[in-house]
Structure formats: structure tokens, C-alpha cells
């Protein structure tokens, strides 16, 4: 019955526009939907919130919401960033579109062991996906946020004993080409994003891994420069197009300091901002 009565029902959206102005994107956005990501390493599952958008041509006055729906309650149901070239060239030709983007985001969570009981607990990091493109191309952006510690040089070397330390906020993007989309697995950039700063955060200290954390973090100060500059570095050295950005809860201070970059290979350049 519905089908006929869908033949028999107007179809406003799929109407010729004829003021020839394209639309760079056109969609939804905020679907807030059950997630599943697995990549061989990782595997998480929640409820996340994602948007599908399209581009639209200047003919069309309107794309097909409603298969975004069924697509994104589809296709994320079982999300495997390696397999994401396919996922978005469907979803571009299931709107006839020239080119589709599918983003969303989810928190996933990693064992971690304390440093010296060897306690284990789990740690959470927000992580994104954004996948673009068409039959054609497409490349895939990777976001992790996480925590660290970082104790400040300039505290350290004029005080006679201590130095503020604070949380920070560490956020890495990697993003992959046609060849490979996903160049640096979750797991691998939530370790590389640990290592920056003067200390990993833990969510299980007993008193010996306090010690420990107490004295690491004093025996390896850190600007908010120097965590983007070095995990920067590294990234480079593997020759990974990425951004940057930490921020500085800042302990002593009314305000928080940040720092970020991006870089690609392909023109071996960074953007720095730094306040």
C-alpha cells in the first residue's frame, strides 16, 4: 500500500530549480544513531552523532533526505575506516550527487595500564571521522583527543623547589588519500598523542605510580610548543599529512594556552599559531 500511495504523492524536492546557483553541501546533520568502529585493532561501540551532506546541482531544487537516514543507520552500523573509499562513492551515487561527505563522531575507549602497579582501566579519547569524495577520489580526516600532563619549564628552572604542572588536551587529525585512507590506525594515534608533554594522565594511581608520575613529569618539562613541535615531528618522519591543536588548562593562570599546526607532505609547510 505505501509504495502506491507514494507513486501517487508529489515530489517537491526532485523539482528543476532554475536559478542555476549550485549548493557546496546540502543534508543533515546532528543524527545521532548507533555506531560500531572496527579496523582490526579497535572495537567500539556506542551511540554517536553524525551528519551526511551532498553537493547539489544548480538544477535540483532538493536532495533525498530520507536515504541519508537509511544510509548513515546502514552504513555506521558497522564502520571500518578502511573500507570508507566505498562507503562514501555509494552514498554519493545513491543521491546522484557529484561527491558526498559522511562525518560523525564517537568516543572510544583504550586500556591503559598504570605506570608502575600495572593496574589496568579503561581511558576514553573523543574521536571523528570525516570521509569525502566520490567513485572517483576520496580522502578520509581521523580525529583523537586525549590527555596529558605537562609541567612548565620556565616554573621549573626559577623556582627553588617544584613547578605548576596542568592537564592538557592534546588533539590530533590525520588525514589519508585515495591510496590510503587510513594511514594511522586509532590505537596508534592514541599512543603518539600520550607521548607528547611531560606525562601520560592514567585513570588508576595507586601510591607507587603517583611517585612515578610525580617525578616523570618533573624530569620532562614542556611548553604547549613543544608538545605540537614534537608530535609534529614524528609525524612527519612517517611523511603523514596532519593538524595539531593542544590547549593548556592552565593551573596558575585565569586563562589557558593553546598551540596548533597543520603540514602536509605534498607542500612540506606548516601553518603555527601560538598565544
Not at 579519547?125 to 583523537?144: C, H, I, N, R, Y
Request: glycine letters at 6%; hydrophobic letters at 40%; one cysteine or more.
Amino acid at each position: 500500500m505505501l509504495p502506491e500511495m507514494t507513486r501517487a504523492l508529489p515530489d517537491i524536492q526532485d523539482e528543476q530549480d532554475t536559478r542555476g546557483i549550485a549548493l557546496d553541501s546540502v543534508g543533515v546533520t546532528g543524527v545521532r544513531t548507533p555506531i560500531r568502529i572496527t579496523d582490526g585493532e579497535v572495537n567500539a561501540a556506542g551511540v554517536g552523532s553524525a551528519e551526511f551532506v551532498v553537493t547539489l546541482a544548480s538544477d535540483r531544487r532538493g536532495t533525498h533526505m530520507s536515504r541519508m537516514i537509511e544510509t548513515i543507520a546502514a552504513e555506521l552500523r558497522e564502520f571500518d575506516p578502511r573500507g570508507a573509499a566505498a562507503l562514501v562513492a555509494g552514498a554519493a551515487d545513491r543521491l546522484g550527487a557529484a561527491s558526498a561527505r559522511i562525518s560523525f563522531d564517537l568516543p572510544v575507549s583504550f586500556e591503559v595500564r598504570a605506570p608502575v602497579s600495572d593496574v589496568p582501566a579503561w581511558q576514553a579519547a573523543d574521536v571523528s571521522f570525516s570521509v569525502e569524495g566520490s567513485a572517483k577520489s576520496a580522502a578520509m580526516t581521523t580525529t583523537l583527543t586525549t590527555h596529558v600532563t605537562s609541567l612548565c619549564p620556565c616554573s621549573k628552572a626559577i623556582s627553588d623547589y617544584g613547578a605548576h604542572n596542568q592537564r592538557s588536551a592534546v588533539t590530533l587529525s590525520i588525514t589519508g588519500g585515495q591510496d590510503d585512507l587510513y594511514p594511522l590506525t586509532l590505537s596508534e594515534m592514541f599512543s603518539l598523542a600520550r607521548q607528547v608533554g611531560s606525562c601520560p594522565i592514567y585513570p588508576v594511581i595507586k601510591r607507587p605510580d603517583e611517585r612515578w608520575i610525580t617525578m616523570e613529569a618533573y624530569d620532562h618539562p614542556a611548553f604547549v610548543e613543544d608538545m605540537v613541535r614534537d608530535l609534529s615531528s614524528t609525524c612527519r618522519a612517517r611523511g603523514l599529512r596532519h593538524s595539531i591543536h593542544v590547549r593548556n588548562f592552565e593551573s596558575i593562570h585565569s586563562h589557558d594556552a593553546v598551540a596548533s599546526l597543520s603540514w602536509a607532505p605534498e607542500t612540506n609547510t606548516d601553518k603555527q599559531e601560538q598565544h
